[in-house]
């Protein structure tokens, strides 16, 4: 692996876009410094009052065409998601399929799910008429990370823009010409729109960090839990609010009633299909004593069959970032350390970039490889005495993301004891799959959410109007005019209104 993309200097003008599988150099692009950054937010913030001015239908409309954009360059997109991620073509297009299942719902449930709101004025307000409306925040800016290059920032931008905001859009450096396409996409699709609706800008963290720092309305990020925490202290500086979507070291419990072979299927796909790059896929499973070795034998006989490679024969890729295949090597090493043992590979499945799958079991639970995100196509397995130990042990953890649960029975029971932002029963990561449910963490794994309904509202700000619709005479409790009369009658009704427990 000959990589040179990771080593940046603060002299760097340009930033390159490598192949992880060969370390080959794709494209070179200029990198944005603080004044290219702020020119694009202006130019975003003049577009805001075009795009944010349209009805919601005519920004579906454009939203839709960007979508259907997509759909008939799914190829060269797909190739360019491959040769610059890294994942097999079939996982790039089901990842566009996903992003474009989000373009679509943001689109089409923006007008409906934010539409203004009467509210009841309340007795002593009977003379108003109360209304809330949403209004766009102004310009977003998002910050992308590379694993999930299309999908994970597209729950940003396109929920933002659906509900009327402009957006400037920082992609990781490991996925630049993929954020870049991503935003052309919209351009070519909607040439009638101002160029600031949805810009890209390039470059390492010095360059998104430029973005915090330039005065938009909100800061989308997605990452690791260590920038989360510098972007959110850096945007504290203009209370410049945050949605962060961080790490995660999600687990999986196996009760006694789970069905064993689909809860292996699924644990032998969520822990190594994108090469481990998931945030919400699976590092930890709890399994039941009853059907432990049926279960690990299960695992390990799928995972055997399963290897990395960039033919269209792999079933997953190369790490995208070098420098993640140092801590994938040293979380095994770990795991062997404190008392686990390999049933399926070891260090030796660390070949560079591709990493084969590894099996761990009954890791010590406070290891590092139990404990922090690992991020390569590993899974740790522990054998539990009952639901109760395995509930326990899955929630001790700093991270919150997601989960899963197999158990015929009482999987809605368990997953509701599980402190994270979203649970699969009898499935992993179906909830991402899913437009309306809305996606986030808890704990390091971040605040807000994408996706769904709460996905859009954090978009836009509550306005709250009240409009006095007649005076009532002597009762004008908002002015100097009120009448020793009016308090008089207040003091008897208030007792009367709010003075028992009822
Ligand atoms: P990263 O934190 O290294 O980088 C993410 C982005 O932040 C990049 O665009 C980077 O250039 C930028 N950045 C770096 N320093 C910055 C700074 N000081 N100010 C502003 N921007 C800065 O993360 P990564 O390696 O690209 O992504 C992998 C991580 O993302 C994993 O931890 C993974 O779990 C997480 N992730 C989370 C979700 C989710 O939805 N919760 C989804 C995908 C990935």
Redesign the pocket.
């Known amino acids: 692996m000959t990589s040179t993309q990771t080593t940046p200097t603060d002299q760097s003008t340009t930033l390159k876009s490598v192949d992880p599988a060969t370390g080959e150099v794709i494209a070179t692009y200029p990198i944005a410094d603080v004044d290219a950054v702020r020119a694009a937010v202006a130019k975003a913030r003049t577009a805001a009052a075009t795009w944010g001015a349209l009805d919601y239908d005519r920004r579906r409309e454009h939203l839709l065409r960007w979508k259907s954009r997509l759909v008939a360059e799914s190829e060269d997109f797909c190739a360019l998601i491959h040769r610059e991620n890294g994942k097999p073509l079939d996982d790039a297009f089901l990842e566009l399929m996903l992003a474009i299942e989000h373009i679509s719902w943001a689109a089409k449930n923006a007008k409906k799910l934010l539409a203004p709101k009467k509210v009841a004025p309340g007795m002593f307000m009977a003379n108003f008429a109360a209304r809330i409306e949403q209004r766009p925040l102004g310009v977003v800016g998002i ?6 290059p299309v999908y ?1 920032p597209n ?1 940003s931008i396109a929920y933002a823009l659906a509900a009327g905001n402009t957006v400037v859009f ?5 996925s630049t010409g993929i954020g870049n396409f991503l935003a052309e996409a919209f351009q070519k699709a909607n040439p009638e729109l101002p160029e600031g609706v949805f810009v890209s800008i390039n ?10 720092q330039s005065g938009v309305d909100k800061i989308a ?8 925490k ?2 959110m202290a ?1 945007a504290a500086e203009n209370l410049t609010p945050v949605l ?5 070291k999600d687990a999986v419990i196996v009760a006694a009633d789970g069905d064993v072979k689909a809860a292996a299927d699924a644990v032998a796909w969520g822990a190594t299909a994108n090469s481990g ?4 896929g699976v590092e930890r499973v709890y399994v039941d004593k009853s059907v432990s070795a049926a279960f690990v034998a299960e695992v390990k006989r799928i995972l055997t069959e399963i290897k990395p490679g960039s033919g269209s024969d792999a079933s997953y890729g190369p790490m995208t ?1 070098p420098s ?1 295949i140092d801590i994938v090597k040293r979380h095994i090493e770990d795991a062997l350390k404190n008392g686990g043992t390999a049933v399926l590979g070891g260090v030796e499945s660390v070949k560079g970039a591709f990493i084969d799958p590894v099996v761990l079991v009954d890791v010590d639970e406070n290891s590092e490889a139990v404990q922090e ?1 690992t ?1 390569g196509p590993t899974v740790t397995i522990r054998t539990v005495n009952s639901t109760d130990e395995a509930v326990e042990l899955a929630n001790a953890n700093k991270y919150g ?1 997601s989960s899963a649960v197999y158990s015929k029975k009482n999987g809605l029971d368990i997953a509701r004891r599980l402190r994270v932002g979203a649970t699969s029963v009898n499935s992993v990561l179906a909830f991402a799959a899913i437009p309306g449910l809305p ?3 808890v704990g390091d ?2 605040i807000g959410r ?1 996706h769904g309904e709460p996905g859009l509202r954090e978009f836009v700000r509550p306005h709250s109007i009240a409009v006095q619709r007649f005076a009532i005479p002597g009762m004008a409790l908002l002015s100097y005019t009120r009448t020793d009369s009016t308090m008089k009658l207040l003091r008897k009704l208030v007792p009367v209104l709010h003075g028992r427990n009822k």
């Open positions: 910050i992308g990370p590379w694993n999930y994970t729950g920082k992609p990781s450096e490991f470059g390492y963290g010095a360059t998104g960090a430029a973005l915090v990020f997605t990452g690791s839990t260590a920038t989360g510098k972007i850096a962060l979507e961080c790490g995660g790059q998931t945030c919400a970032m993640q995100e991020f993301l996606f986030g963490g794994s971040g994408i």
